[in-house]
C-alpha cells in the first residue's frame, strides 16, 4: 500500500471501550511482511466485517488474534492486559471456521459441549450449570430437537450453528468468523448473515467477520475494517468507507467505483484521454487517483451540451449486462479501459443503446472522490 | 404398489430403470464365475473332503467325523490352534504398537505431501527382498553368535548369548511384525491424513489438552484405519507358516504349518480340517473386527 495514505482509524462513532487492540502488529514470512504494523481498536460490542482481497492478510490477522501464530512484532492485548504470549484456548477468543471444522465422529450436542467436557478444568459438563449451558446453546441457536443428530445429517445453515455454539458455549468476550458464510450456497447465505447479527445482539459480543466480499461486509458490520497488503486502508462505518473510500485501494476492493490514474492540477484531474472538474475536497494520496461510483454516473448521446457542476468523458457502449433490479452498461475510453454504469431499474426503464456509437458520461463534481 | 391413478405412471417410469439395472448385472458375472469356480467351490470342497475317511495312505470318500475328532482331541493340534491365536493377538499388538506411532507422525505430523508418501514407499522396502532372503537374513542377526549378541556382549550388558533371540516364538513375532507392520501403518496413516487440520485447531481452542484431542478426536477419527490394518494383519498372521517355520526352527507350530505338514504326508482329511477350523477362525475375527466400526460409514 502507498505510504502516503493518511488514515484516521477513529474517524466516526468509535465507542470509548475496547474489546480489543493491537499495536503495531506485524508478521512475516521469510522476507515477505504479510502484515505491516497493524494498530487497532476493536470497539466491544459490536458486528466488526473485515474485507480485504485474497492475500491481503486477512487469516493471518484472525489467527494472530486467536493465537494460532504469534506476531514477530507488536502487542495485543485485551481489556487491557497483554495477550500474545497466553495461549488461544485462555484468551477469551472464539474462533468460527470457515468449513466450520465440526467434530465428523460426535453428534450436534457433543460437539456444542466439547469446549466444556474436554476444556481444561474438565468434566465441567457433568456438573448441571454445564448441561444447562450447552442446553440453552442449543436453543439459542435454534437446534432443539437435533441434539442427538450426526452433523453430517444436518443442513450447512445448521452446521454454521452448530460452528457458532461449540464456540460460545465457552463465553468467549470475542469471536473471531473466518468466512463464515463462504461454505453455503447464496440463498442460505442472505439469510445467514441476518441470523448472525442477531446473534450477535442477543449474545452481546463483539464479533470480527472476516470476508472477501464488499457486500457481505458492508451489510454485517456495524464498523468495517478494509485490508489490503498488510495494511489497515479504512476503518470506519459502511456508509462512510461505501460513499468515501479513504484511498484508491479501498475503492477497488469495493468494486463499485471506476478508477482513473493521472495527475491533479489546479485545473482538475487529467488522465490520458479526459480532463474532469474537481471540488476542492481531496484526500491525500501518493498515487493520485479518481474514482466515482458506478451508480452515479448518466449518459446520454454525445451530441448533448454538458450541463454545469457536472464533469465527464466520451465512451463507447459495449454491452449490457442485466441483473434482475439493475442493469450495468459497459462503455469503452480511448486507452482501453471499461467502465461501468449501473442503473437500477426502479428508477428507469433500460436505456436502447447502440454497441459501438459514442456516448458522454457524466457525473456531478461533487460525487467523485479524488485522490491526490 | 401406489394408487390405481398413478400406479401406471410409475410402472412405467420404473421399467427402463429397471432393465438398466438387469443388463449391468453382466459386469460381475466373469468375476461372479471366477470366484464361484475357484474360491466358493474349493472351499466346500473342503468342508466335504474333512469328512472323508482317512486311512494311512489313501483317503476314502465315505463320511465320516473321525478327522474331527482326532483333531480336536490331539493336543498338538489344538495346541497349534492355541499358539496360533496367541502369536496373531502378540503380532498385532506389536503391529499397532510400532505401527500406530510410525502411522501418525506420516499422516498427521508431516505437513509435506510428498515427503509423507517418500516415508510411506520406505515401510515398503522390507517387500522389494524376496521372502526367503528376508527371513534368512534373521539369522545372522539374531542368533548365538548373531549382530545382536555379540553387540550385548561387547557392551557387557549380557556375559553369556541371549539364545531365545532365534528359533523361538520371539524370533517369530520379531519376523511378522516387521513384515506385516506396513499393512498397519498404511491404513491408519491414510486415515490420519484425512482428518482436516482445522478440526484438531479447533479442538485445541475450545481449550483440549494434547491427550484429550489424542483420545477424543484424532483415535476415533483413525478407528477405520486401524480396523482395516488390523484385518490385513490377520489375515495374513492367521494364515501364516513359512516365517514360523524358518525362524522358529519349527519349533513353532500354526494351523498353516499343520496344513503343510499334513498334505505332505497325504492326510488330506486332516488338512480340510485344519482348513475349516482356520478358515472360520478368520471369519470370525475378520466379522468381529468389522463390528467395532461401521466402515461402511466412514470410509
Same mark, same amino acid.
Given at each position: ?69 504469534? %506476531? ?21 477468543? =472464539? ?33 448441571? %450449570? ?90 454485517? =458490520? ?22 468515501? %473510500? ?127 | ?9 410409475? $410402472? ?5 430403470? $429397471? ?85 501418525? @507422525? ?20 522390507? @517387500? ?76 485445541? $481452542? ?94
Amino acid at each position: 500500500m502507498v505510504s502516503g495514505a493518511q488514515v484516521d482509524l477513529r474517524s466516526r462513532s468509535q465507542p470509548a471501550e475496547s474489546a480489543l487492540c493491537l499495536e503495531g502488529v506485524t508478521r512475516r514470512y521469510a522476507n515477505n511482511v504479510v502484515l505491516d504494523a497493524i494498530s487497532l481498536s476493536l470497539p466491544s460490542n459490536e458486528y466488526v466485517s473485515l474485507l480485504g482481497p485474497s492475500g491481503s492478510g486477512k487469516t493471518v490477522l484472525l489467527r494472530l488474534i486467536a493465537g494460532f501464530e504469534v %506476531p514477530d512484532a507488536g502487542r495485543i492485548t485485551m481489556g487491557g492486559k497483554r495477550i500474545d504470549d497466553v495461549a488461544a484456548h485462555r484468551r477469551g477468543i =472464539g474462533f468460527v471456521f470457515q468449513n466450520f471444522a465440526l467434530f465428523p465422529h460426535l453428534n450436534v450436542f457433543d460437539n456444542i459441549a466439547f469446549g466444556l467436557v474436554h476444556g481444561e478444568g474438565a468434566a465441567r459438563i457433568d456438573r448441571p %450449570p454445564g448441561r444447562a449451558r450447552v442446553a440453552d446453546m442449543i436453543a439459542l441457536v435454534g437446534l432443539n430437537g437435533l441434539e442427538r443428530r450426526g452433523v453430517h445429517e444436518i443442513s450447512g445453515g445448521q452446521r454454521q450453528r452448530v460452528a457458532l455454539a461449540r464456540t460460545m458455549v465457552t463465553q468467549p468476550r470475542l469471536v473471531l468468523l473466518d468466512e463464515p458464510l463462504g461454505a453455503l450456497d447464496a440463498n442460505l447465505r442472505a439469510r445467514m448473515r441476518e441470523e448472525l447479527r442477531n446473534l450477535r445482539e442477543r449474545l452481546g459480543v463483539t464479533f470480527l467477520h472476516v470476508t472477501g466480499s464488499e457486500t457481505e461486509a458492508l451489510a454485517m =458490520g456495524d464498523h468495517v475494517i478494509v485490508l489490503d497488503r498488510g495494511r489497515i486502508s479504512q476503518f470506519d462505518v459502511p456508509d462512510a468507507i461505501y460513499s468515501r %473510500p479513504a484511498t484508491p485501494e479501498v475503492a477497488r476492493s469495493l468494486n463499485c467505483y471506476n478508477l482513473f490514474t493521472g495527475q491533479s492540477g489546479a485545473d482538475g484531474f487529467s488522465c490520458t484521454h479526459a480532463l474532469f472538474a474537481t471540488s476542492r475536497v481531496k484526500v491525500k494520496c501518493a498515487q493520485p487517483t479518481y474514482a466515482i461510483r458506478h451508480d452515479l454516473i448518466s449518459f446520454a448521446p454525445q451530441e448533448e451540451t454538458s450541463l454545469p457542476d457536472r464533469t465527464g468523458l466520451l465512451a463507447k457502449f459495449v454491452t449490457s449486462e442485466y441483473s434482475g433490479s439493475t442493469i450495468r452498461h459497459f462503455f469503452k475510453v480511448g486507452t482501453g479501459q471499461i467502465v461501468e454504469v449501473e442503473n437500477h431499474l426502479s428508477h428507469r426503464r433500460p436505456a436502447d443503446l447502440e454497441p459501438g456509437r459514442a456516448y458522454s458520461l457524466t457525473w456531478a463534481v461533487d460525487d467523485a472522490v479524488v485522490f491526490g | 404398489m401406489n394408487t390405481p391413478t398413478n400406479g401406471l405412471a410409475s $410402472d412405467a417410469a420404473k421399467r427402463p430403470k $429397471d432393465r438398466r439395472l438387469v443388463s449391468s448385472y453382466w459386469l460381475i458375472t466373469p468375476g461372479a464365475l471366477w470366484m464361484l469356480l475357484f474360491l466358493v467351490v474349493p472351499i466346500l470342497m473342503m468342508v466335504y473332503v474333512s469328512f472323508w475317511t482317512q486311512t494311512t495312505f489313501s483317503i476314502e470318500p465315505t463320511l465320516t467325523t473321525q478327522s474331527w475328532e482326532n483333531f480336536f482331541s490331539s493336543e498338538t493340534y489344538v495346541g497349534a490352534l492355541w499358539t496360533t491365536l496367541r502369536i496373531w493377538l502378540i503380532v498385532l499388538a506389536a503391529t499397532l504398537v510400532v505401527g500406530y506411532p510410525t502411522a501418525l @507422525f506420516v499422516g498427521l505430523f508431516v505437513k509435506n505431501k510428498t515427503l509423507s508418501t517418500v516415508l510411506l514407499v520406505l515401510c515398503v522396502i522390507p @517387500f522389494w527382498t524376496s521372502f526367503l532372503i528376508r527371513v534368512l537374513a534373521w539369522r545372522p542377526m539374531l542368533g548365538k553368535e548373531g549382530a545382536i549378541n555379540i553387540l550385548l556382549q561387547a557392551l557387557h550388558i549380557t556375559s553369556t548369548p541371549i539364545e531365545a533371540l532365534l528359533f523361538s516364538e520371539l524370533s517369530v513375532v520379531i519376523g511378522m511384525t516387521q513384515i506385516y507392520c506396513v499393512f498397519m501403518v498404511g491404513p491408519i496413516a491414510f486415515m490420519l491424513g484425512r482428518i482436516d487440520p482445522n478440526v484438531i485447531e479447533a479442538a485445541r $481452542d475450545l481449550g483440549a489438552s494434547f491427550w484429550r484431542i489424542f483420545r477424543t478426536v484424532i483415535l476415533p477419527l483413525s478407528m477405520p484405519g486401524v480396523v482395516v490394518g488390523a484385518i490385513f494383519v490377520s489375515v495374513m498372521v492367521l494364515g501364516e507358516f513359512a516365517t514360523a517355520a524358518a525362524l522358529s526352527g519349527r519349533k513353532t507350530n500354526l494351523l498353516g504349518n499343520i496344513i503343510v505338514i499334513q498334505v505332505g504326508s497325504l492326510k488330506w482329511a486332516f488338512a480340510a480340517v485344519a482348513g475349516v477350523v482356520l478358515t472360520a477362525l478368520m471369519g470370525l475375527v475378520v466379522a468381529s473386527l468389522l463390528r467395532i466400526v461401521d466402515l461402511r460409514r466412514e470410509l
